[in-house]
């Protein structure tokens, strides 16, 4: 019975997962408001149905009541920032907001059945970053200096990552970051989103050569700080980062060859400096041939992908602790060992579907300084994305980054959501332009009709009591506002 209960369990998570997966892109196709709502109400119903269903087969595995006494402070945490959001800023994009709490909620599930302690933290980080995000949209909105900052987010950038090779301790053969009182911080993930608005501030405006070469020196000391501390994944971001804000802003190939050329020489010489980078082409090359020299996290990590198959084994059934640091850089590895490839892949799409509400809101938004700026996170965060699947698949070789919003880690976290907070209220400001172009609009026909209504009256009365019956007659016909009907967004 125990065993039937686990397979049904396993298959109703995987249906659930592919029909959120499915609304992430259908929601699109709708143009009738209530039916965009409805959908986007049922995305949280599923959120919340899968959790529950995870946290049965754990309880009923592990038969621990600290896992019930957890399940419900987390339904408490996702809820929270759902309700919150929704209440603090009504023009919020749900999708997004959907997309968030669904990898929270994949990432809560494995690291309790991976690492209890560490998912405590996690709540901790996620609980913390919930309350410090829900400010950012509001700063975002309102500030509006941040493209006056320039200076001040190459000095920090700068700084952070200077203190990083000072203070910095050493871990997995990088240095990553340091510690204050018990906590662990790693500046490079928040230096991340300083580089975007730095690059954004630098480029929005002035584009010509000399603006060009010392923006992109500045950048080039960003990417050699990170390779001499040897975290070459957060250098690899950036320096792609860069290429792409640099290409939107001045429409140059000429600057991406040289870029790509550039980063191939770095590699090259990446290869032959760091040993450790050495070894990670080695393992990419054939993690079983060198099983005991390095091949090792690999090589189990693709056994477990391969275990799982589509389907996956199911919650508890699998042997995912065999592979080093799973709760960090190889999470994803878990993920298709006990959920299924499909599940995996369902990830992965989910996280395609918060790059297109990234670049969505880059196109549509006018202010060209937060259009570079919602370029810029949407690709530092799908290119990391992608960093960390494709080290854990073997597709490319290893670098050390973490998958985000599901792997543990306190630094990856608070930036990802600050990213996705700052996203948010780029998503607002998107819809008060529309909403002011809108009452444009309707200032400019209802003075069209004024015009024609004293034309048409003038000669009559000298303008005078025609002007006042276009005046009532106007507001008689006046029409609703659009900006009341509008239909919401995703």
């Not at 549509?364 to 259009?371: E, H, T, V, W």
Request: charged share 15%; net charge positive.
């Amino acid at each position: 019975m125990f065993n039937i209960i686990m397979e049904i369990s396993k298959y109703l998570i995987l249906l659930m997962m592919v029909i959120y997966t499915f609304e992430c892109f259908s929601v699109f196709g709708y143009h009738d408001a209530y039916t965009k709502m409805w959908i986007l109400r049922r995305q949280s119903i599923w959120i919340f149905m899968i959790h529950f269903l995870a946290f049965l087969t754990l309880f009923l595995r592990m038969k621990e009541a600290r896992i019930l006494v957890f399940y419900v402070i987390q339904v408490a945490l996702l809820g929270s920032i759902i309700l919150l959001y929704g209440f603090l800023y009504p023009k919020v994009s749900r999708l997004v907001v959907n997309n968030m709490c669904m990898l929270l909620a994949v990432g809560f599930i494995m690291l309790t059945r991976l690492s209890y302690s560490n998912a405590v933290k996690q709540a901790l980080i996620v609980a913390v970053s919930a309350v410090l995000s829900l400010f950012v949209p509001v700063i975002i909105r309102k500030a509006r200096f941040l493209s006056r900052l320039k200076i001040f987010y190459a000095v920090a950038g700068v700084v952070a990552l200077v203190a990083v090779i000072i203070v910095g301790r050493v871990s997995y053969g990088a240095m990553l970051g340091f510690e204050v009182g018990g906590i662990s911080i790693q500046p490079s993930e928040l230096v991340k989103i300083i580089f975007v608005f730095f690059v954004a501030a630098s480029l929005y405006r002035i584009r010509d050569f000399r603006n060009v070469v010392i923006t992109t020196a500045i950048a080039a000391l960003h990417v050699l700080i990170l390779v001499a501390s040897k975290d070459l994944g957060a250098a690899l971001i950036v320096f792609v980062v860069y290429l792409v804000m640099l290409y939107v802003a001045t429409r140059q190939p000429v600057y991406i060859a040289a870029g790509l050329g550039a980063g191939s020489l770095a590699s090259v010489a990446a290869y032959f400096l760091f040993s450790h980078v050495r070894t990670r082409v080695t393992v990419w090359k054939d993690p079983f041939a060198v099983y005991s020299n390095g091949g090792y996290q690999v090589a189990q990590s693709l056994f477990a992908i391969g275990t799982g198959g589509w389907f996956g084994l199911g919650l508890c059934q699998g042997l995912p602790d065999k592979i080093p640091v799973v709760t960090t850089d190889f999470i994803f590895s878990a993920i298709a060992e006990e959920l299924g490839a499909v599940f995996a892949i369902c990830i992965i799409l989910i996280c395609v579907s918060c790059y297109i509400m990234f670049l969505n809101i880059a196109m549509q938004i006018r202010d060209s300084f937060y259009k570079l700026v919602a370029l810029g996170l949407g690709t530092c965060y799908i290119f990391q994305v992608f960093l960390a699947i494709g080290g854990v698949i073997k597709f490319i070789p290893s670098t050390g980054v973490t998958l985000p919003l599901v792997s543990y880690g306190g630094s990856s976290l608070l930036s990802t959501m600050i990213m996705f907070a700052i996203i948010q209220g780029l998503y607002i400001l998107r819809e008060d332009e529309e909403e002011d172009i809108e009452r444009q609009k309707e200032r400019q026909l209802r003075a069209k009709r004024r015009r024609q209504a004293q034309q048409a009256g003038g000669p009559r009365s000298n303008g005078t009591r025609s002007s006042a019956g276009a005046s009532s007659g106007d507001r008689r016909r006046k029409p609703k506002s659009r900006g009341s009907q509008r239909v919401p967004r995703p």
